[in-house]
Each structure stands twice: as structure tokens, then as C-alpha cells.
């Protein structure tokens, strides 16, 4: 389970930083210290299901909610090209908040109704 | 009488608007024939060569993998590595370590190994053996 886990987390840091050797050789790092960290934990220890739920929403994070940006200044402006790929979390400003997939109720109200 | 000039004057019409479009649509024809050379692609073939029709050989798969391993700092004694060696037992590597061999493995082949597949792979031959069954490694 852990090596699944661990295996997850590489394939988002390489989903989320890739082209960057930098920050993905950085993020590897810090993957691998953190495991290595826990790796005298035993099977049925208690604080082994929360590791592991940790690093799978590492991994969810990364792959989803992460985007490389590179600064591409046209006609004088500060502009930035985002690298937006299958795996980014897509939503609007409503849905975008709900965890899940859960959709959000909107009751009808406007703001003059207050 | 009055259909054939009916069917005449139709097809005058179309006549005309298909040369009238025809006039149109003359700047578009580049575009037109770069779409359609997608249906023809045999005379751009010969640029696309990705890879050897061949697909991999075992010991070229063989000299990659040991290649990686190489590289590898962990890899407690070089001089085990071989073509057969284990993971663990000959070369020193915890279970951490095969995760990261299994995904520089993935990387180098450009192919992704579900985790089923992934946890079996303890050994170079192991290694070696599924990206031979793989057809799109390269």
C-alpha cells in the first residue's frame, strides 16, 4: 500500500513538474526523505493509515492542482503561459470549492434579495 | 414543359454558385489540400519514422535497463549488476529503492506500468521480460 502511495506521488511530481528538472529532482527528494522518514513504521501501526492517506493527497494534489507557468511578456505586458494538462482540476467558481465532485445547491438568492 | 425549364434554370443556378464559391474559395485551397493530405500520407511517411518498425531487441532492453542501474547511486555493488540480478537480493535495494528503479524503467521506455504489473517486477530479467511484451516501449 505504501509502495503504491509512493509510486503515485513520483508519477504526479512527474505529471506536475515535468520539463523542470529542477523542482522535480527537489520534489523527489522531499518524496523520498519523507518515506524514508516512516520507514521503520510497522504493519497495524496506527499512525500508518494516516501516512499513507497523506501521501495519496500529495499525489492528488500535485497531479491536479498544480500548473507550471512560464512568463511570456507580449506587447509589454506581464503575461504567463500556463501549462494546463488532462489531469488538471477544471470547475467554476461554484463547483471549484466543493470537494469531491460534490455539486453545490444554489438557493436562488441574489444579492438585492438581502 | 414547365418542369424541364424548371429542372434548366435550377441547374443553371447551381452552376453558378458553384462557380461563384469556386471564385470564393480559391485563397482556401492550400488549406483544403493540407487537410487532405492527412487522408493521403503516404508521400509524408517516409518523415515520420518514430521509431524501427522492429520493435526492441532483448539485449538492447537488457543494456538499458543496466545502463539505469548503473546510474543508480544506491546500487550497493556494481560489479553484481547483470542481466539476471536482483533487485534486493544482489544489489541492495529496499522495496523504496525498486519503486524508484520500476519508475525510472517506466520513464525510460516512455511507458506507464500499472501498479499490478509494477509490484511484480523485482528483477532485471523480470524487468526485461515485460518491456519485451510491451509494444509500444521504445
Known sequence: MALAAYRHLLRSTRIAFQGDAQVLHAARFQARDAFRKNATMEQGDPALGPAIAHAEEVAKILRENVVQGKRVDKEGEERYKLRIHEHTERGDNNTVKMPNGQTVVIDGKKCTDR | ?138
Open chain 2, 1 to 138: 414543359m414547365f418542369r424541364t425549364a424548371l429542372l434548366r434554370s435550377a441547374r443553371r443556378a447551381t452552376s453558378q454558385a458553384a462557380r461563384s464559391s469556386g471564385a470564393i474559395a480559391r485563397p482556401v485551397v492550400p488549406s483544403s489540400f493540407i487537410t487532405k493530405s492527412r487522408f493521403a500520407p503516404s508521400a509524408f511517411q517516409a518523415a515520420r519514422c518514430y521509431s524501427a518498425a522492429a520493435g526492441l531487441s532483448k539485449p538492447e532492453v537488457e543494456g538499458r535497463i543496466v545502463d539505469l542501474l548503473k546510474n543508480f547511486d544506491k546500487v550497493s555493488d556494481p560489479s553484481k549488476l547483470s542481466p539476471t540480478s536482483h533487485f534486493s537480493n544482489d544489489l541492495g535495494l529496499d522495496s523504496l529503492d525498486t519503486v524508484e528503479v520500476v519508475m525510472a524503467i517506466e520513464e525510460e521506455f516512455s511507458i506507464e506500468i500499472p501498479d499490478k504489473e509494477a509490484d511484480a517486477i523485482h528483477s532485471v530479467d523480470k524487468a526485461v521480460e515485460y518491456i519485451l511484451a510491451q509494444p509500444d516501449a521504445h
